[in-house]
């Protein structure tokens, strides 16, 4: 196990985490995050008033999408510490790329349920052992860089896939279906890329006596402590989906609520390396706890706000608490548990959490009422909770 004060030699011109392999992977999720994000600001409208889906039934399509991705990255993260992670890497992405398809396709919400649940299955299998192959040979103080920078690259995608589709959904006579034929081209081109991902265990297999030796209940109790407290909080933790649902609530067009969406990736992708560099100089658990600060800001401007101009305000603001996070919590699991353990304690970090987000999508959905601002006051309280007392439950040390 590397130790967590070990600093390798960073050349400025080539800092020593910034390799290959993340390089390579900041270009896949770059390109498969601005296909599923030209799509994804629309999915909400495209549900409820072109296939006239409840607002129920878009919770519960995230919910149980991300469901599918949950017990998809449990299995992944197991296989990632026994066998070549780059295949499950390129199926993952490559199911991702049907998923869209299969939208396209839709002319009834069961089929958008389907592409969903197919396309988070995908996200599933090549979540941790890519994720696992970002930090290998990455020294614990430097991988808050790592993810950090990992997540500006998929987020810029996300950016420019609302642009794009803002731009085409105007010049296609705000005609949405075509978009998601488009949102089919990046798609495929990332699972392309992967090709050019560098696997260490190409072609050797770390066979099944690997997989005894390091069981879920050797993983340190540091790793678990975290990982409990970042269960609770994504029981509140609901689906982007109906926040973009309550913005168009709230008297936003389809083009203004993909722009406030671009905005906000915009403001994710501007913060995350910082956040992610933040992390690796100040304790991670102060980093992620300011995090739930932004979504509690988020949650209850949107809750209470009445103006449709506000949510330009405010959902920059909520994108601070993705910037703060989502790279931050990774890098903070990947430093609680040995190199060999890797892709299953990011595999159950990631799977566990995205099942608590499951049950959040379907209590808020059934809980949606008119407009939304229950379950959002709800959330944004227990958030604000949460990041009062976050620095004091997560003791785990930390790089």
């Given amino acids: 196990m590397t130790d967590p004060a070990t600093e390798a030699p960073s050349n400025p011109k080539h800092p020593a985490w910034l390799t290959r392999n993340v390089k390579v ?20 409208i495209f549900l409820t008033v072109v296939l006239g889906a409840p607002p129920a039934v878009v919770g519960a399509i995230e919910g149980a999408a991300e469901g599918a991705a949950s017990l998809t990255k449990v299995a992944a993260g197991r296989l990632a510490d026994r066998f070549a992670r780059r295949p ?42 890519r994720d696992a192959l970002l930090v290998e040979g990455v020294p614990h103080g430097q991988r808050g860089k790592v993810f950090g920078l990992h997540r500006a690259a998929d987020t ?20 949405l279906r075509p978009l998601f034929w488009v949102a089919v081209i990046p798609a495929i081109a990332s699972v392309a890329l992967v090709a050019a991902v560098r696997d260490p265990r190409a072609g050797k297999g770390t066979g099944r006596a690997a997989a005894t030796r390091t069981p879920w209940r050797s993983l340190p109790r540091p790793y678990w402590r975290v990982l409990a407290v970042l269960l609770v909080f994504n029981l509140v933790n609901f689906p982007d ?48 706890a300011a995090g739930l600060f932004f979504f509690a ?73 008119a407009d939304g601002h229950l379950p959002l006051l709800v959330s944004g309280a227990v958030a604000l909770a949460l990041a009062g007392v976050l620095p004091t439950v997560a003791r785990a040390r930390t790089a």
């Fill in 25 to 44: 992977l900041c270009g896949v999720s770059f390109l498969q995050d601005a296909a599923s994000e030209l799509l994804y600001p629309i999915l909400p």
């Fill in 88 to 129: 499950l890497i390129g199926a993952g992405y490559g199911l991702a790329a049907v998923g869209k398809l299969l939208i396209a396709l839709a002319t009834a919400w069961p089929l958008v349920l389907v592409a969903r649940v197919t396309d988070r299955l995908g996200k599933g299998m090549r979540g941790a052992p």
């Fill in 156 to 175: 810029a995608g996300a950016v420019i896939g609302p642009l794009l589709g803002l731009v085409l959904y105007e010049a296609l006579d705000h005609r």
């Fill in 241 to 288: 989906a109906l926040l973009l649902l309550r913005a168009h609530d709230l008297g936003l067009s389809t083009a203004g609520v993909v722009g406030a969406y671009a905005v906000y990736n915009l403001v994710y992708a501007a913060l995350s390396y910082p956040a992610g560099a933040l992390s690796d100089r100040l304790p991670r658990p102060l980093v992620f």
């Fill in 297 to 369: 800001v988020g949650y209850l401007g949107l809750g209470l706000i009445r103006a449709p101009w506000a949510v330009f305000v405010v959902l920059p603001l909520y994108g601070g608490f993705a910037a703060c996070t989502d790279g931050v919590g990774k890098a903070w699991i990947s430093t609680l548990v040995p190199d060999h353990q890797q892709g299953s304690a990011q595999g159950l970090y990631q799977g566990a959490t995205g099942a608590a987000v499951l049950l959040a999508g379907v209590w808020a959905g059934l809980a949606w009422g």
